[in-house]
């Protein structure tokens, strides 16, 4: 009836193709041939191939000959040890839950001022802020290319007197604040300090994290204002300025969350944003910096997107990678500086504005993802995510999701349950060692600034979300109530930011510039911008990878402080960086 | 008999930079057989407008996620009108609150695709559109 031999070929066809190096043990074999053999002649599995979201091939069963070879004794360790496989504390969520860090921001400074002492009130642990896009930009509010966009994706935040406001009644000194801004982060940052220093906090104390990567800009979210060099002479100048006088903050969120959003595949996520890391720390090594005084401080942002297990190995294998790459290339002693630390946040690209509810399901299926990697901080998104940003209903229940995980669930009562488990443990290998690929080749090309000049990173994930846009148009891939399970349903009450907010901030700008001493401003601004010119140019003929601008140059935080205290604004701020610096402009590629 | 490629602008206007789906467009459009220009990020209604006349172009996809679509749409549609191009096809993809859409139409926008729409879709409306005979 069922003759072995003739089932040998669909067997295979029906598994992804075996490493030849894997031998399993007598006992799979018979499993195979008596258990597996017969049950596939039955009834063969669904699929031809089964892969993760990212594409990557999953084999129907994991044992022990998949971890031949694998030490458990270096690659898995202990929590709290390197190479911090299981996690970076002993205790993990045992000893402290994480932070639950919801990202918030619309309208003026008032808006999200209420929004943020309305999260605090429901539980949540910190901070995190969403500014709107001429603030990212660099532009005032009432800058004619703002139009149409202030307030809308975030709070609109001109100059240290919306700060003021937007903290207000916030104790700084008790509330870890994260800021999401990039190009222009030294001059939020130094209204945030501005802010601190009026409440009467200490900066030796105040805790938070600026996102401050200019490199992801330039690879994903695209919101950058002057070229990589400039941009990077601004960061490491954040850096010192953090060591010196804010021990606790961290001045980077070294960022893999947007990478991901603009289509990466899981392994292209972690191997951009860990050679992002390590570029930073090139970079700030070249101007002299000490690698265990400034890397503690370093931390790192992650996407949880929808695919379980690969993310899960995901965060493992990431603290593996920056373990070996601060021990083994810059000489790291501090085991702060071998600790990967990170914040998650889920999957903004997952969520579907058809059946918008079900993305409570999703949001939380990636939180627990998140939670089981050993995350140290996480924003869970809201259901509303695919149409605006959120309501006080929705972000309530994203709020909750989190409360869930930690309180009911019962996954913080161990810490990595997953650990040692054959399909947790090889993937987790695997994507360590397609990460390293990408960093070795990236390394080949001169580091990140030099890929990024020739568009490496943008081309690989432009790749990889053409690729997945197709596997979607082609139901290779199922989004449900996308292109399956499609249902009809009445549309969501969503928030709506009206153009009264442009119009408020254009007021407060116009009485600011009439309170202020203008005199102080043009004293402040013409300083900070001959320390800017003190830059040295590289020298033409220097190939821009190899040009190190870091070097021999004046810090130009203090003078932005300076600036933003003389309540210069945010755009002008920027504007006279953009006169010493230039623009950047991308070569567009589809 | 050869046919006249159709020819589209894929532009990004406001301040946003997430081009994720610009391009994934961009390049769609391409496979299907269209000659596709893309504009690249930060284009004011001005320049969307200009680039249309000099390219020539018989449609124009605006890709945008910021909520700016209220202030862009209706400066571009009336740019388009002195400069002429009545004629071309004004398809704007995606963050779109269902409330704004009616308004959208009104000023001349073709057709508004949001989040989940394959680019088969797409495609299918832009040939039916300009179906040459």
């Not at chain 1, 504390?89 to 994480?98: K, P, Q, S």
């Not at chain 1, 539980?123 to 009432?142: K, V």
């Not at chain 1, 965060?315 to 500086?337: C, F, S």
């Not at chain 1, 199922?478 to 928030?495: T, Y």
């Amino acid at each position: 009836m069922c003759d072995p031999t003739k089932l040998k070929t669909p067997i295979r066809m029906q598994t992804p193709a075996r490493d030849p190096a894997r031998d399993p043990s007598p006992e799979e074999k018979s499993w195979e041939s008596n258990t597996l053999g017969p049950a596939l002649a039955k009834s063969p599995e669904r699929q031809r191939e089964f892969t993760t979201i990212s594409g990557h091939p999953i084999r129907q069963l994991y044992t022990d000959a998949d971890l031949a070879g694998w030490d458990p004794k270096t690659q898995l360790a202990h929590p709290g040890e390197p190479p911090y496989t299981r996690g970076i504390h002993a205790t993990m969520h045992r000893g402290r839950l994480w932070t639950m860090r919801q990202f918030a921001g619309f309208g003026t400074a008032e808006d999200t001022n209420e929004r943020f002492r309305y999260l605090l009130a429901h539980g949540q642990t910190g901070l995190s802020t969403a500014f709107d896009l001429p603030t990212l930009m660099g532009y005032d509010s009432d800058h004619p290319l703002s139009e149409g966009e202030v307030g809308k994706c975030g709070v609109a935040i001109s100059s240290l007197a919306d700060m003021e406001v937007l903290f207000n009644q916030i104790p700084l000194a008790d509330v870890t604040t994260s800021m999401t801004i990039n190009s222009p982060a030294p001059v939020i940052w130094a209204m945030y300090l501005a802010v601190a220093e009026k409440q009467g906090a200490d900066w030796k104390t105040i805790s938070g994290t600026l996102q401050n990567d200019i490199l992801k800009e330039y690879i994903a979210q695209k919101e950058y204002i002057y070229p990589p060099e400039p941009s990077m002479r601004l960061v490491i100048d954040t850096f010192e300025f953090a060591v010196k006088h804010t021990p606790k903050f961290n001045p980077i969120s070294i960022s893999g969350y947007h990478i991901r959003e603009a289509g990466s595949t899981a392994i292209q996520e972690l191997a951009f944003t860990l050679r992002d890391g390590m570029e930073y720390v090139e970079w700030a090594l070249r101007r002299g910096m000490n690698i265990d005084g400034f890397a503690p401080q370093l931390s790192f942002f992650f996407n949880a997107h929808s695919d379980f297990f690969e993310e899960i190995a995901k965060y493992r294998a990431a603290r593996r990678i920056w373990y070996k790459a601060v021990t083994e290339r810059y000489g790291a002693k501090n085991p702060r500086t071998w600790a990967l630390r990170f914040h998650t946040q889920t999957a903004g690209c997952s969520l579907t504005a058809q059946q918008p509810f079900n993305n409570v399901v999703r949001t939380a299926l990636q939180a627990l993802s998140a939670v089981l990697g050993g995350t140290q901080s996480l924003h869970t998104n809201s259901l509303d995510e695919a149409w605006a940003l959120p309501t006080e209903f929705a972000a309530t229940i994203a709020l909750r999701t989190q409360q869930i995980i930690a309180h009911e669930t019962g996954v913080t009562n161990t810490v990595d349950p997953l650990g040692g488990s054959y399909f947790v443990e090889t993937l987790t290998n695997e994507v360590e060692a397609g990460a390293w690929d990408y960093i070795r080749k990236i390394d080949a090309m001169g580091g990140m600034v030099a890929a990024i000049e020739r568009s490496y990173p943008q081309r690989e994930i432009a790749e990889a979300s053409y690729r997945y846009q197709q596997a979607l148009d082609k139901k290779e891939k199922i989004m449900v109530g996308v292109n399956d399970f499609v249902s009809q349903e009445k549309p969501l009450e969503i928030l709506q930011i009206d153009e009264t907010v442009a119009h408020r901030q254009a007021a407060r700008l116009k009485k600011l510039r009439a309170d202020r001493s203008q005199s102080e401003v043009d004293r402040t601004l013409l300083a900070l911008k001959k320390a800017a010119e003190t830059h040295n140019k590289p020298s033409a003929s220097a190939k821009p990878s190899s040009a190190n601008g870091a070097l021999h140059h004046e810090n130009l935080m203090p003078h932005i402080y300076n600036a933003v205290k003389a309540y210069a604004t945010l755009g002008e701020i920027c504007d006279s960086l953009r006169t010493v610096f230039g623009i950047y402009e991308e070569t567009a590629i589809t | 008999m050869p046919e006249k490629r159709i020819r589209v602008l894929i532009a990004k206007p406001g301040l946003d930079g997430h081009d994720r789906g610009a391009k994934v467009i961009a390049r769609a459009l391409r496979d299907a057989g269209m000659e596709v220009i893309y504009t690249g990020l930060r284009q004011t209604p001005e320049m969307i407008a200009s680039a249309a006349v000099q390219e020539d172009v018989d449609v124009i996809g605006l890709s945008i996620l910021s909520g700016a679509h209220n202030t862009i749409c209706p400066q571009l549609m009336k740019l388009l009108h002195e400069k002429g191009m009545d004629d071309v096809t004004v398809l704007v993809g995606g963050i779109i609150p269902e409330a704004d859409i009616p308004a959208l139409k009104q000023s001349g926008i073709a057709e508004i695709f949001l989040p989940g729409t394959s680019t088969q879709a797409i495609v299918d409306f832009i040939q039916q559109k300009h179906a040459k005979t």
